[in-house]
Structures are given as structure tokens and as C-alpha cells.
């Protein structure tokens, strides 16, 4: 089973929080007072939740790892790099925390956006060069590499690749697998 992921901005009297369905995917948000985090978080099953690190997250951290969830802080420089021009809803809040890839469905075929520029430029660069490795070196590429290859310039099919690998990275750490080539992936 997979658990449900939240995102908490905890800015503000009224605090936002995001979630992420582990099973079905689907996204929630609701507005919560600071009196009703602790009772909210106790009827909602147990989960990852996802704060930023400033002010008073160490001591939401602490009371909400009480009611059993994971607690998870992240550093302020990689939420800032994010809040530029700001979020237009909870969808996007949660993408910037890392909870759910960001994508949009087209005629029922997902298609998933580019690899963000606005994240944190040297994990971008690391996959760039990951994915520029994979395809030079690799002896059997796989047919939708191939098919890449010939339809699209060397450039694009790099950065669909990197784009690629950094969903897996995701999906990996999010459900907590194990990567397994040419397999399904089992718990860890």
C-alpha cells in the first residue's frame, strides 16, 4: 500500500494543506486553522508530510511524527527557488515540494512537461549529463530510445531522457522501491 503524501505551508494563520492519494493519485487541499492542524492530521491516514524548514516547522515536525506520520523538512533555498512567481494553486505548491510530477492528460494520453528550470540547477545538469552518458555508452538502448533517436535531434532526446530519469528517481524515492532493470520494482 502507499502511503499519502502531504505538503503543509505552514506561513500563515490559516495553514494550506496539500495532499497526494498514494493509491489513487488523486490530489486534495484544504484550508486549516493552526488550532485544527493536530485534529486534522489525526483523522487523516498516516502518511509522509512535507513542511518547509523555517519558523515553527521543527515544532510541527515533532507534534505531527507524535500522530505517526513521516515528517519531512525541506531546506527554504530549494522552496524559494520555486516562489518567484508565486503558486497558482495547490497542484503547483505540491510539485514544488516534490510530491507528485508535474503533467497534464491530453485527449487521455498523459504528456508530461519539460524538466523544470526554475529547480536547482546542478541536480538539472547532473541529469543532463547522466542521460547524454546513457546514450552514448549504452550498448542496447531500448526501443523508445531508439525511436527517439531517429525521430527527434540529439539535444531533445536528452533532455526527454533526463525529464525521463528524473520521474523514475521520483517515483522510486516517493513509493519507496527498489530500481530493477527490465522488472517491476517490489517495496523496499
Known amino acids: 500500500m502507499n502511503a499519502t ?7 500563515k494563520t490559516v495553514m494550506q494543506v496539500y ?15 493552526r488550532a485544527q492542524l493536530v485534529p486534522f492530521f489525526a483523522n487523516r491516514p498516516v502518511g509522509r508530510v512535507v513542511i518547509e ?13 507524535a500522530l505517526g506520520h513521516e515528517v519531512r523538512l525541506i531546506h527554504a533555498r530549494h522552496v524559494r527557488a520555486y516562489d518567484a512567481q508565486g503558486y497558482r494553486n495547490g497542484r ?3 510539485a514544488c515540494l516534490g510530491l507528485v510530477p508535474r503533467h497534464r492528460g491530453t485527449g487521455g494520453k498523459v504528456s508530461v512537461g519539460a524538466l523544470s528550470k ?9 541529469l543532463m549529463h547522466g542521460a547524454r ?15 527517439m533517436l531517429v525521430r527527434r535531434p540529439l539535444n531533445v532526446v536528452v533532455a526527454a531522457l533526463a525529464n525521463k530519469m528524473a520521474r523514475t528517481a521520483w517515483a522510486l524515492v516517493a513509493h519507496g522501491r527498489d530500481y530493477q532493470v ?4 517490489q517495496a523496499a
Not at 495532499?19 to 486553522?33: C, I, K, M, P, Q
Request: proline share 2%; charged share 20%; glycine share 14%.
Open 5 to 11: 503524501t502531504y505538503g503543509v505551508d505552514i506561513a
Open 19 to 33: 495532499w497526494v492519494d498514494g493509491e489513487t493519485g488523486e490530489l486534495g487541499s484544504r484550508a486549516v486553522r
Open 53 to 65: 524548514a523555517w519558523g515553527s516547522a521543527h515544532y510541527w515536525a515533532r507534534t505531527l511524527g
Open 92 to 94: 503547483e505548491f505540491a
Open 118 to 126: 526554475r529547480g536547482d540547477p546542478y541536480l538539472r545538469t547532473l
Open 133 to 147: 552518458s546513457v546514450i552514448y555508452h549504452t550498448k542496447h538502448k531500448s526501443a523508445w530510445l531508439e525511436q
Open 182 to 185: 527490465g522488472g517491476i520494482a
